[in-house]
């Protein structure tokens, strides 16, 4: 049975992991709430999808980075 979300790689890991870009609410990385200062930090050193695992650290490492 072939999934019907797309299998990609997460930018930072390098984990496969499954998109669901079109269903973005079910997909892991809504799970991880970001403010607009949080995403911004990342999205100067990344581009692409994120797994979870990998948005809630650098999550933390900018709350680390401001204190």
Known sequence: MSSK????????RGKSMECK???????Q???V???LNEVQY??????GCMCAACL???KEEY???IK
């Not at 870009?21 to 997909?27: I, S």
């Open 5 to 12: 979300h797309e299998i990609i790689q997460c930018e930072r």
């Open 56 to 58: 809630g650290e650098l």
């Open 42 to 47: 990342i999205s100067e050193n990344y581009e």
């Open 63 to 65: 709350i680390l980075s």
């Open 29 to 31: 990385c809504s799970t």
């Open 21 to 27: 870009a079109n269903a973005f609410t079910k997909c």
């Open 33 to 35: 709430q970001l403010n």
